[in-house]
């Protein structure tokens, strides 16, 4: 006789873990199924080791800098093989702290690929391919998405995202592939390691969909740093060997040479072995639609994060989970809101965005309708190395009310001080607003409330 839970979670990523937690915290019987590590993209080969290579990558600069600061510090050289056993040694560590944190929610951990068999029932194939059924009242389906290989000759050849965070050392010459966040983050760290970098962007700049003046400013700080950006250039092939590939580009464009080849040209969810037929749950295109309520068209089986394709973005994938547990088995009914979201992208110089762009704005209340203030200057931090690029503050308001439409910057901590503006930004604050909030100074944020009108 199989095993009977009130809900069963395929996938223990962000969303899957959040959505289990707070359901079994509100006394759901909750059974959690997952054929990887616990902890998902997010946290094994994502966001987390992402952002640790950032930093490991940044010490370039900060040890490139310390002379003028009156520090003597003896000939330098990056050790990438060194960072990369650290950050698997501290993902190891974050992987054990997820399977305890469930342990303690009294959520049970299925180990294996999850497939329906139909609407109520979850077929588990664990080790040795050991077929398991369970059954639920509800499934919430959180798989997340996967990096994609562009239809190329010699794609295989290429590694994606999640394969980087395996390398045990890094090539003298590498090229990059695309134009988005992981992108633009790879070509940075790789280049701030040492890593002679070549980006190809298929469009006229990098970032697109983000503040257009942003952007390229983060573009010509990459490039002024010594980053190779080709736009208008896309791979055709790949041709070669694992360690001595040669990317060929569009006809006319010169043929790269390099070490290493990393495809960052999209993600999709991950349908792939869930059998959604056979519960009747439809899907558009890649992804499963849902409602405000996270409701697939199934009224009993819900889905969250990346495998709906809305907002990829892990804090969004927790509180859609959250959310979900809290309106079913918490009897406090509440949405996400989808329309306002703060995102960072840890470039070097790194950009944070909440609200409408200019361009968005722009297309909603016409040029017309829109002010915007913009600050951009050299900070005090580069005041004695006399480098870097100039960070540049913005600000989007509604000219007929005041209101701040959209909050921009670029530059060091700019995730830090955009998600305090998210706040401010949520609550309709005005340019008025900001003008009468007391600078604090000297900081570089002090200029989001000292702009002149």
């Given at each position: 006789?199989?095993?009977?839970?009130?809900?069963?979670?395929?996938?223990?990523g962000?969303?899957?873990l959040a959505a289990a937690k707070r359901a079994a915290s509100h006394g759901a019987k909750v059974a959690i199924v997952e054929g990887d590590r616990v902890g998902g993209t997010c946290v094994i080969r994502g966001c987390v080791p992402k952002k640790l290579l950032v930093y490991g990558s940044a010490y370039r600069h900060l040890l490139g800098d310390a002379a003028s600061y009156g520090w003597e510090v003896e000939a330098y050289r990056a050790n990438p093989s060194t960072l990369l056993t650290n950050v698997r040694a501290e993902v190891d560590r974050l992987n054990q702290l997820h399977l305890g944190f469930l342990e303690k929610a009294g959520v049970s951990l299925m180990r294996g690929w999850g497939s329906f068999v139909d609407g109520h029932t979850v077929a588990v194939r664990g080790a040795r391919e050991k077929l398991t059924h369970y059954g639920a009242e509800r499934i919430l389906i959180a798989v997340g998405g996967r990096p994609q290989r562009p239809a190329i000759a010699g794609a295989e050849l290429g590694w994606v995202s999640d394969e980087m965070f395996l390398l045990e050392a890094l090539p003298k010459q590498m090229v990059v592939v695309g134009a988005g966040f992981i992108a633009c983050e790879f070509a940075c760290i790789l280049h701030g390691l040492g890593v002679q970098v070549t980006l190809l962007v298929r469009g006229e700049q990098i970032l697109r969909g983000f503040d257009r003046e942003a952007a390229l400013a983060v573009q010509e700080a990459m490039v002024a740093e010594g980053i190779d950006i080709r736009t208008g250039t896309s791979p055709t092939a790949l041709e070669g060997k694992p360690g001595a590939i040669t990317v060929v580009t569009s006809p006319g464009e010169e043929s790269l040479a390099c070490g290493g080849v990393l495809l960052a040209t999209g993600r999709r969810p991950f349908l792939a072995g869930l059998n959604l037929e056979a519960a009747g749950v439809e899907t558009e295109g890649s992804r499963i639609p849902v409602d405000a309520d996270q409701s697939t068209n199934v009224p009993h089986i819900y889905a969250v994060g990346d495998v709906t394709d809305r907002i990829n973005l892990t804090p969004v994938a927790i509180d859609e989970g959250r959310a979900f547990a809290d309106t079913v088995y918490g009897h406090r009914p509440r949405q996400v809101n989808h329309?306002?979201?703060?995102?960072?992208v840890f470039s070097q110089p790194e950009l944070a965005t909440v609200g409408l762009s200019e361009e968005a704005a722009i297309e909603r209340h016409g040029s017309e309708g829109i002010r915007v203030h913009r600050a951009k200057f050299r900070p005090m931090a580069q005041a004695l190395?006399?480098?870097?690029?100039?960070?540049?503050?913005?600000?989007?308001?509604?000219?007929?009310?005041?209101?701040?439409?959209?909050?921009?910057?670029?530059g060091e901590h700019s995730a830090e001080i955009i998600q305090m503006a998210a706040i401010a930004i949520g609550m309709g604050a005005t340019k008025d607003d900001f003008d009468r909030t007391m600078a604090l100074h000297p900081s570089v944020s002090e200029e989001f409330v000292t702009m002149a009108n």
């Open positions: 006789m199989q095993e009977h839970f009130d809900l069963i979670v395929l996938g223990a962000s969303g899957g329309d306002l979201v703060a995102m960072a190395p006399k480098r870097g690029p100039a960070v540049l503050l913005k600000l989007v308001v509604e000219a007929s009310s005041g209101k701040v439409l959209g909050c921009h910057m670029v």
